[in-house]
């Protein structure tokens, strides 16, 4: 499970997918991407990550996969973290409970433009 809104959270998630060969990805995003496109790609973006990201972000969301990997993606909200006996978590995201591995928060950083 990912947590985040930004660059950061697609970021994580680009580096999920290149280091294992398949899975799934459970995104929680204080929006809920239910709008099917986060990420508005800028024109002549100066940073080509960024845009590179945001085209990503934009296919997963849209096809909820890439690659090997599934996208569940409609979560904007934890509500409780419990540990199942089995190692795994247990997270109820809205009125669901899922199982997961790990959670890896990519929140609250936004750089300080002015410096």
């Known amino acids: 499970m990912v947590v985040g809104n930004g660059a950061s959270v697609?970021?994580?998630?680009?580096r999920i997918i290149g280091c294992c060969g398949?899975?799934?990805i459970v995104?929680?995003?204080?929006?809920?991407?239910?709008?099917?496109?986060?990420?508005?790609?800028?024109?002549?973006?100066?940073l080509?990550?960024?845009?590179?990201?945001?085209?990503?972000?934009n296919r997963m969301i849209g096809?909820?996969?890439?690659?090997e990997w599934e996208l569940l993606h409609n979560y904007?909200?934890?509500?409780?973290?419990?540990?199942?006996?089995?190692?795994?978590?247990?997270?109820?995201?809205?009125s669901e409970v899922l199982e997961v591995d790990d959670i890896v928060a990519a929140t609250g950083y936004r750089p300080d433009a002015e410096v």
């Open 76 to 94: 904007s909200d934890v509500k409780e973290i419990s540990e199942g006996s089995d190692g795994k978590l247990k997270v109820t995201v809205g």
């Open 48 to 57: 080509p990550q960024r845009d590179r990201l945001s085209v990503m972000a």
């Open 10 to 14: 697609v970021t994580v998630m680009e």
């Open 63 to 67: 096809e909820g996969k890439e690659g």
């Open 27 to 46: 995104w929680v995003n204080r929006r809920g991407l239910k709008d099917r496109r986060l990420y508005e790609r800028i024109e002549n973006d100066p």
């Open 22 to 24: 398949r899975g799934r």
